[in-house]
């Protein structure tokens, strides 16, 4: 989920069900892209190892086939987050837990 900002409760809920929060940086925005929702998405820098705050990068392409490119910061924000966030969110953590003891 791409956003200008999180509020701490919210950004924490996502991460706990397996969404990544991502923030645009200072000066960019929705707008700033002129993004109307009917662009596609991707982002790159998902696969390989989930640290905290690191980077990852949007591309957009828009309906006339142009695309924009921008950097996205994670806001997974500690290592025990991106532990969650590995898992698929914080009940599936806790389920491998609970079978890795049992």
């Known amino acids: 989920m791409v956003a200008e900002s999180y509020e701490r409760i919210h950004r924490s809920n996502l991460i706990g069900m397996g969404v990544m929060p991502l923030q645009f940086p200072e000066g ?3 707008k700033s892209l002129k993004l109307t929702g009917e662009e596609t998405i991707s982002i790159s820098g998902l696969s390989g190892e989930i640290t905290a705050g690191q980077t990852l990068t949007m591309t957009v392409t828009y309906k006339d086939r142009s695309t ?6 994670s806001r997974i924000d500690t290592a025990n987050e991106a532990v969650y966030f590995v898992h698929g969110g914080i009940l599936h953590y806790v389920v491998r837990e609970m079978l890795k003891s049992a």
């Open 28 to 30: 960019t925005d929705r």
């Open 68 to 73: 924009a490119t921008c950097d996205l910061k």
